[in-house]
Structures are given as structure tokens and as C-alpha cells.
């Protein structure tokens, strides 16, 4: 082996052996002071909602304050771009939600990248329920495909809370899965597109369990089916859209955690231990399940898996529907 050849094999091998041992020591005092959760949304939301739970529960299990900050707009974008671009120290991470993976599909340029954000563990998802107004004559996924249908290249209306949102994502997979005709009505947040709904102004929708599931059970909408893979905890009365023969229709509001990119991976192991011990802790569990929340949890090696898995199931959709930013 040629001399110069040796000397770069020594020297990778040494700054390998300093980075681990300084990820292994930054571990051992981390943390020891606040945390930083940044929600990419408004406060209120389905994503603020699990973040301030899983922040509450880590920081009694860490003992340090975990804090939360808002940095709402640009799908989500403006948030990520904070996160990615923060130091990579353990003290700054992401609530993610679906948009860490699709945006890249929508926009022709982003001022950060996939590999800037460092998975570290699923929180909990809030299963997103297709629903339409009470009056009308549709009762289960057969029905409305039927009515859809029904109205031949008019189709219904369906609303979502803008382009590339988990409303559009269900909307498309209606598409392709009924060959029904489902015309999508943009607006700028979920609650706005379930009032149109409620309204009577629109068709139908697909939002979050825990901005649904109340004007549901104050019969101001109507339950179709979830398109979460497993029937929501506190509501089980609604179907799954696979129980309903539909089972490419799946897709849910999760929240994770994601990391800057250089955050050592003794401490992405260490928040992951700890954020699944939270998860399971019944003041966590009986703040999220009633709200129509799952705690999800995992290890950080299924989330890597996971996001892996919806980029490349979530950009075929996006695709084949010609999804772009608006």
C-alpha cells in the first residue's frame, strides 16, 4: 500500500475514533440545559398538540426543560430550514410532519435539503378521517364511491388544506383507487376545508382525527372511513379504508422527531430511548388517545425505515398526479 494511501487510512481512522469519542461524551453530559422543540405549524394543531405532550413527558424524563417554538408558513418549509440549518448540538429538533418528505416533491427548489434532518423517532400520528356532510345519502367507503361515480366527469367536490397536504395526498389516492372523479377544492388550513364541508359547500374531506372526530360526534359531520391503518382508539366505530376494500387509500397526520444532520448518534439514541419511554407513560397516553391521537413510538431504526418508505410510496402519488406547490 502506498505510503500516502496509509497516512489517509490512519488519519480517517483517527478523526473516525475522535468524533465517536466526542459523541460519547457529549452523550454522557446531555443535556444539561433546555431543549428546543420547533413545530413548523401554528399553535393548536394536531402537530403542536403531540409535540407539547412528548416535550412534557421527555422533560421530566431528561430533566432539563424541553420548550416548544412555533415557525408556521411555507408548507411547513420555514420550520425544517430552522432545524436543518441549527447546530448540530442535541439542544434543537424538528416536530416533523408529512411535509419533511413531500415537499421535496412539490417545489423545484428548497433551500435545504433531505439530508439535513436526521430522523430520530415517530411520535404519535392523528389517522386522518374522510367525511362529508350528514346530508349526504352515503353511509360507507361503497356508497360514496358509488355517489362519486355517480356524478360522472363532474365528480364532487373534495377539500383540502392546499396543495401537497395530507387532504390532497387522500384525495389522489381516491383517484386512483376508484377511477371516481374528485375535484380539489384548495384552501389554506384543514379547519378551513372541514367548515366548507360542514358548511355544505363542498363535498367532502379527509382531516385529522382530532379536528373531526368533535363535529362528528355533534353530528355536524359524517364519518366515512379512516385512512389510518388501524381503527382510531377513541372512535372505534369507523372503519378503515382497507377494512373497506381501499387499502392503497392509507395515510395519516404523524408528528416525528428529526435531528440537524452532525447530531451524535449517541445522543439521536439517547432521546430516542427516552421519547419512547415517555410515549408509554399513562399521563402521555390519556392526554393523546382521547383527543383521537395514537401514540406511535419506535425505534430509530423503523423511522428511518419509514420515512424511507413514504418518500418512495408518497412521491409516486405525487407523480403520477402532476402535485406541485401552489
Known amino acids: 500500500m502506498p505510503l500516502r494511501t496509509r497516512l489517509f487510512a490512519a488519519a480517517s481512522g483517527a478523526l473516525f475514533a475522535f468524533s465517536l469519542t466526542a459523541g460519547l461524551t457529549a452523550a454522557q453530559t446531555w443535556p444539561d440545559h433546555a431543549i428546543k422543540f420547533v413545530v413548523p405549524f401554528g399553535p ?89 356532510h350528514p346530508s349526504l345519502p352515503v353511509n360507507n ?31 389522489e389516492m381516491l383517484k386512483a383507487a376508484t377511477g371516481a372523479t374528485f375535484n380539489i377544492i384548495p384552501y389554506k388550513s384543514g379547519q378551513e376545508g372541514v367548515n366548507a364541508v360542514i358548511g355544505n359547500q363542498v363535498t367532502a374531506t379527509s382531516e385529522a382525527s382530532i379536528v373531526v372526530i368533535p363535529q362528528i360526534k355533534g353530528g355536524k359531520l359524517k364519518a366515512i372511513a379512516t385512512t389510518y391503518d388501524r381503527r382510531i382508539s377513541s372512535y372505534m366505530t369507523i372503519p378503515t379504508t382497507a377494512e373497506e376494500g381501499y387499502r392503497s387509500v392509507n395515510i395519516g397526520h404523524w408528528a416525528g422527531l428529526f435531528a440537524p444532520w452532525g447530531t451524535p448518534q449517541p445522543i439521536l439514541e439517547k432521546m430516542n430511548t427516552e421519547l419512547q419511554a415517555a410515549l408509554k407513560t399513562s399521563e402521555t397516553i390519556n392526554r393523546l388517545v382521547p383527543a383521537g391521537i395514537e401514540p406511535a413510538g419506535g425505534s430509530l431504526a423503523s423511522f428511518v425505515d419509514f420515512i424511507k418508505t413514504e418518500r418512495e410510496r408518497l412521491g409516486k402519488v405525487a407523480k403520477k398526479a402532476g402535485m406541485t406547490a401552489e
Open 44 to 132: 393548536g394543531g394536531a402537530n403542536d398538540l403531540i409535540a407539547r405532550v412528548a416535550a412534557e413527558g421527555l422533560s421530566k424524563r431528561l430533566g432539563q426543560p424541553v420548550m416548544i417554538e412555533n415557525k408556521p408558513g411555507a408548507g411547513a418549509m420555514i420550520g425544517a430550514e430552522y432545524v436543518a440549518k441549527s447546530k448540530p448540538d442535541g439542544y434543537t429538533f424538528l416536530v416533523g410532519a408529512a411535509g419533511v418528505v413531500t415537499n421535496k416533491f412539490l417545489h423545484k427548489t428548497m433551500s435545504y435539503s433531505d439530508t439535513d434532518l436526521v430522523p430520530v423517532g415517530m411520535i404519535a400520528v392523528a389517522p386522518s378521517v374522510i367525511v362529508v
Open 141 to 171: 367507503m361503497k356508497e360514496f364511491v358509488a355517489y362519486a361515480k355517480s356524478k360522472g366527469a363532474e365528480g364532487i367536490s373534495f377539500s383540502t388544506a392546499g396543495s401537497g397536504s395530507t387532504p390532497h395526498f387522500v384525495a
